[in-house]
């Protein structure tokens, strides 16, 4: 049998002993704000049926989903000439389910299956990975990791204010000072396409100006065209791109004039003053939140506020995102539930972090203290102050094999151990161990009650 070089899949990645201990510092620093806003953790299914996930996340979105085949058995039913025969038919019954794509709409379909358990407003927090078809390049995987935080049942913009809160106490905690929060309204994105005489073609608008900042505006200009925007309208877009306005009121001050004749568009702009308002009665400042008119996010189902983060310096995308949805549980049976949430991209947290080397020193989870002998007898010796460690709470470890003690000392040092505790007939006589702190060098002899306050107090 030949050898087989092992490998993954391109876009997915493994994780080590240190990369976990920094994903677990980056999942329970999030879970920590969650909590601490009132959000209710769940856990949603791997696979969702196409059904579910298919028209939810616009065109290129559904490009993106992995189908997953069904199973063998149905396949050896498809020879190649009914498959070609009747390739519309059989098509449908090769994949009839899907890796989820994100958290949100498998949240939605939970809802809509639990309407009569949950109580309203309704707030959720997920952390599980999504998978999605996409070209593999930096900061971009197929498979990754979202921390969501949604709640449906409510349109109050207290909840926008409030994702507004958790992303700046999050990025407080991490100690990421520069960045932006880029807030937008599907409604003023609406009120623009009538003004400029697009009225209905707001998606194809939210589309091609959603790609701004990737391929600048002269390209976005011919992409618009090609969704057949006349050139008066992509004109009458120009003051908005044109602007240098730095300062949210004034922006709101000039959109106030531009969409005058926009109903849904000056709706668009009290919601977010009204956001702005409820954060300064919060005690928060709009440091580091940063109004976008031309903000659009690719996902159809967004209807009011819209985020997007990004962490400024780093050549990585957009950390965080989300928005208003007010019909997404609509799509299946159950109509009139407004919803918000935003997600954390957990991968590109950790690039940002990692490129910044802003990760804490002590982000690695390491055995505390080796247990390390000389000979059978001090082995066994060895088992019964383990136990007793670790009941102190101690992560505490020994050597499995009897080797030289120099290869055992060897180990501890490659894994970072602290101390060491060396028992040998000596110890085992005085009921002492011989700890020797493996940064100084230093070593004394000490009682197991002192060996424990001594580990504790580090």
Not at 59 to 85: I, M, P
Request: proline share 3%.
């Amino acid at each position: 049998m030949s050898k087989q070089k092992p490998g993954i899949p391109k876009g997915m990645r493994d994780f080590g002993p240190k990369e976990m201990a920094r994903r677990n510092y980056i999942f329970n620093t999030i879970q920590d704000t969650f909590k601490l806003f009132g959000y209710q953790q769940l856990e949603t299914p791997t696979m969702e049926n196409l059904s579910t996930l298919t028209g939810k996340y616009g065109d290129e979105g559904d490009q993106l989903l992995f189908k997953v085949l069904n199973s063998g058995a149905f396949l050896k039913k498809v020879d190649s000439e009914t498959f070609k025969a009747g390739e519309s038919k059989v098509l449908p019954k090769i994949s009839e389910k899907g890796l989820r794509y994100d958290l949100t709409v498998p949240f939605a379909r939970y809802v809509v299956m639990n309407q009569n358990e949950i109580t309203y407003p309704f707030k959720r927090f997920q952390m599980q990975p999504v998978w999605r078809a996409d070209r593999p390049q930096k900061g971009r995987y197929r498979e990754f990791y979202q921390c969501d935080a949604d709640v449906v049942g409510t349109d109050s913009l207290i909840c926008e204010t409030e994702i507004l809160c958790m992303i700046k106490r999050v990025f407080s905690d991490f100690k990421l000072n520069d960045y932006d929060i880029k807030i937008n309204n599907r409604k003023i994105l609406t009120g623009i396409a009538e003004v400029i005489g697009a009225s209905g073609k707001e998606a194809d608008l939210c589309v091609a100006i959603d790609k701004l900042d990737k391929i600048g505006w002269e390209k976005v200009k011919v992409e618009l065209k090609e969704r057949n925007f006349s050139e008066d309208a992509i004109e009458k877009l120009s003051p908005i791109l044109s602007q240098n306005e730095k300062n949210n009121v004034g922006w709101l001050q000039f959109l106030k004039k531009y969409l005058a004749e926009s109903e849904i568009g000056l709706k668009g702009i009290n919601e977010l003053e009204e956001v702005f308002s409820y954060l300064s009665k919060m005690g928060e400042n709009q440091h580091h939140v940063v109004f976008d008119p031309v903000l659009a996010r690719g996902l159809s189902y967004y209807t009011g506020a819209i985020f997007e983060v990004k962490v400024n310096g780093v050549g990585i995308g957009s950390v965080s995102g989300g928005g208003r949805y007010d019909d997404l549980t609509g799509v299946f049976g159950l109509k009139g539930v407004s919803g918000v949430g935003f997600s954390f991209g957990v991968d590109r947290l950790y690039d940002v972090l990692e490129e910044l080397n802003i990760f804490p020193d002590d982000e690695v989870e390491r055995t505390q203290i080796m247990l390390a002998y000389f000979g059978e007898e001090e082995k066994e010796a060895c088992l019964g102050v383990l136990a007793a460690l670790r009941k102190e709470g101690i992560a505490a470890e020994i050597y499995p094999d009897l080797v030289k003690i120099k290869k055992q000392f060897n180990y501890a040092g490659k894994k970072s151990i602290p101390y060491v505790g060396v028992m040998g007939s000596e110890e085992i006589e005085n009921n002492t161990i011989s700890l020797k702190d493996m940064t100084s060098g230093e070593q004394e002899s000490l009682s197991l009650a002192d060996v424990v306050k001594k580990i504790k107090k580090v």
